[in-house]
Nanobody
Framework: QVQLVESGGGLVQPGGSLRLSCAAS????????MAWYRQAPGKQRELVAR???????NYDSSVKGRFTISRDNAKNTVYLQMNSLIPEDTAVYYC???????????????WGQGTQVTVSS
């Protein structure tokens, strides 16, 4: 079985920073694209940032220049460094990853359970 576990969420004041982590564990052959999504109350889940297996990245315009996505392939972990946080960043943040469990088997998308980020004074 494959699990994604997020950590690093919490309460932070406007202008502050947080670093989210998402570690994949279990039976893993290869991990391809990894991403962070967020869902605010009453809103749809939206893409925040994505990183390919080669390190190529893209960001939603609302976080570009403030958030940085990175990954450590040796640790099967993706990170989201969030700086200059604003109240509108308040949401549950989810990571996902496209994972192949066994060579020559299909790639499946896995999700973490989410971590709450609250930006408030």
């Amino acid at each position: 079985q494959v699990q994604l576990v997020e950590s690093g969420g919490g309460l932070v004041q406007p202008g502050g920073s947080l670093r989210l982590s998402c570690a994949a564990s279990g039976s893993i052959f290869s991990i391809y694209t990894m991403a962070w999504y967020r869902q605010a109350p009453g809103k749809q889940r939206e893409l925040v940032a994505r990183i390919g297996s080669g390190g190529d990245t893209n960001y939603d315009s609302s976080v570009k220049g403030r958030f940085t996505i990175s990954r450590d392939n040796a640790k099967n972990t993706v990170y989201l460094q969030m700086n200059s946080l604003i109240p509108e960043d308040t949401a549950v943040y989810y990571c996902n990853a496209n994972i192949r469990k066994v060579s020559n088997q299909p790639v499946y998308l896995y999700w973490g359970q989410g971590t709450q980020v609250t930006v408030s004074s």
